[in-house]
């Protein structure tokens, strides 16, 4: 449960929210005044029906992101195959020297003769090679990531609890990891902290996270806004997604009726307190667990911006790619007179250090 503190008065009610009863006359139950003493506004949602307003609102939200990033993934690989797809019937290589050729030192140079579409069109396709270059080693950076934290925890000491695995840890910490099959895990750390009903809270939170499989939505998103690092707004959208994820677990922990809110407090309280935390309590999961619905919107301007730049590649690659048309052979006088291995092997090793080149720029 990673948290940042906001202010002084927020964990001052996080932990007011902490001591408060779940049942019965305490502030949780129906038509009690917020944590803050004002009395409720009529018609205004109170803090025991804010799961049912804003923790669903959480969840439609993530998987309304999730839909859109991953949608315009595809998409935006779908455009650099296209590019890539027009260059191979807009350019003629051929095996032997062209026509158009000049003298040098007594050898015929051939050099590549093309309009300006199919110059167009080739800058295109280098743009949608290198992206999916970089989509395919983001991908099997998270699946070796993945593999190395699987073998890490492998060699730790767990024992169950539950459906969750508890690990020899030090330091407060509960996560969920694995791409096809995620898990539960919490530190010995964490149970020996949290009682109870806090500890339940935090197994509750990760296993929301297990059940939509959200190591693997984000893993995916993570790959999309590295691979296809020319369409803006795709970094905005998985951080939009991590963020509404982490609110739609809290809703899982908090319960449908609210009656978990003291529990969820005490969790963060725990992990934002403890001796060797690094973190604290996020602001927005702070509004929520004090029953304030959160303000979130779907990124319209985002994935119109995003939906823009791919359909202006798809249309530039469609139109300029009708009326591209360009020649060039592999036959350099230097080394034969029929196509060379070697030059064919070296295309792809150039385009590869142009594309390591501008990853690292990224």
Known sequence: MAMTIDSGSRARNVRRRAT???SGSGPTTAGAPPVDGAPPVDGAPTAADAPTAAGKSARLAAARVS??????????????S???????GSWHVSATSGSHSIDILGQG???????AAAVVILLLALLGFVALSMTMVAGARELLAV?????ELARRSQRRLGHAHVIDEPQPAAFCAGLLRPRVYVSSATVELLDEGALEAVLEHERQHARRRDPLRLAACRVIARGLFFVPGLNKLSGHYRALAELAADEAAVGSDGSNRPAVARAMLGFAGGEHSAGGIDPDRVDYLLGNAPSWRFPWLVCIAAAASIALLIGVGLLVGAAASGRAT???PFLSRQPCV?????????????????????
């Not at 839909?67 to 650099?80: D, N, P, Q």
């Not at 296209?82 to 191979?88: A, E, P, T």
């Not at 593999?147 to 073998?151: D, E, G, N, T, V």
């Open 330 to 332: 592999l036959a350099p």
């Open 147 to 151: 593999r190395r934290f699987s073998r």
């Open 342 to 362: 070697l030059v064919l092997a070296l295309i792809p090793g150039i385009i590869w250090a142009v594309a390591a080149r501008l990853r690292t720029r990224v």
């Open 20 to 22: 408060q009863p779940a």
């Open 67 to 80: 839909r859109a990033s991953l949608g315009l993934g595809v998409l935006g690989l779908a455009a650099c």
């Open 109 to 115: 140079v051939s050099y590549p003769v093309a309009n």
């Open 82 to 88: 296209l590019v890539l797809l027009r260059v191979l």
